[in-house]
């Protein structure tokens, strides 16, 4: 291919995206090694010039209103969260900009929405949040399920290589404080009846668990709990304060939380000081 038809060819796709075309998105429609690039240009960025057009990027770092606003536009075109290849297509810019602000490209979906919320950009990108959220818990809950699985798979045998102990000197079955959500759980399980629960359901989904809560002395209501090791990690995860009743934590540092809060640490330290007294 010829360098005149090298810019022939990025004009072409410049006008069937509406708008200069990255260096990946040009390679994909054309199958234009990059070796033809380099021979005919030095780099993109002069193939580009050539062509009369600017890089997106400007040769710059892109903008994160610019780049989060692009992200979000893709998410909406798709319905869902991008795929690296299919980001690549629709996007105005590569997957390196995101993946430089947020380490990974995981990570990226958690990074726009953050700066979304931060910025009060919410009402014009409230379709994006919420198949953002989406995701999150589908996450979560496979987390979760899995966590589940892992404890309940355990079989008790005895390691010849390990001391043998004798039994625990407390009514307590965990014997240190929870430092994830399983341990929240667990913790939970154990002391659900004297603090007013009996669990009637739990699944993967969120909210995590379904349970009747005494209200009144002989009175019951259903509430649905979310279990987290901290109150906030329920803002970060995006759920949605509507859809359920109360977070069971082992830490409370949600202050303005809108939720009844159980802080399991709190509990423990209530019975430990009612045990003595």
Known sequence: MTKEELIIAIQNCAERLGRTPSCQQFRSSTKVSMHQIEKHFGSWKEAVAAAGMETTTMGGRVPMKQLAEDWAGTVRKLGRLPSIAEYEELSRYSMRPLISRY?????????????????????????????ITEHQERLHAAELESAVLKVATLKSRIWPDRPIYGPPLTELSLSHGPSNEMGVVFLFGMMARELGFVVTHIQSEFPDCEAMREVDKGRWQRVRIEFEFESRNFFKHGHAPKDCDVVVCWRHNWPGCPLDVVDLSEALRRKMENAKG
Do not use: N
Not at 109 to 131: H, N, S, T
């Open 103 to 131: 380490g990974s490209w995981k990570q990226a979906p958690a990074g726009v929405q953050e700066y979304i919320i931060r910025e009060g950009m919410m009402e014009d990108w409230k379709d994006v949040l919420d198949i």
